[in-house]
């Protein structure tokens, strides 16, 4: 599941992707273990959202940080 995080963006799960709609370029997003230790993630930006490949990670349970705002996702 995905607890979207309470940033302006609004953030859904599309086609194996997290999706951030309604996000400028300057904002940041990070992904992080449980453990604090940052993931490396590659961000695709395109308009007013953002995508992130949910490929690109292992299965966990991690933090998602948007412009110090965080929430937690799982990927199966």
Known sequence: GL???TAKADVSRENG???FHGITSS???AVYKTNGIRVPI???RHGDSA???LNSIPSGV???NVNGKTSK???P
């Open 3 to 5: 607890n979207k995080p």
């Open 17 to 19: 992707q997290l999706v």
């Open 27 to 29: 904002e940041k997003i």
């Open 42 to 44: 590659r961000i695709t």
């Open 51 to 53: 995508s992130l490949p």
């Open 62 to 64: 991690y933090l998602l």
């Open 73 to 75: 996702f799982t990927k």
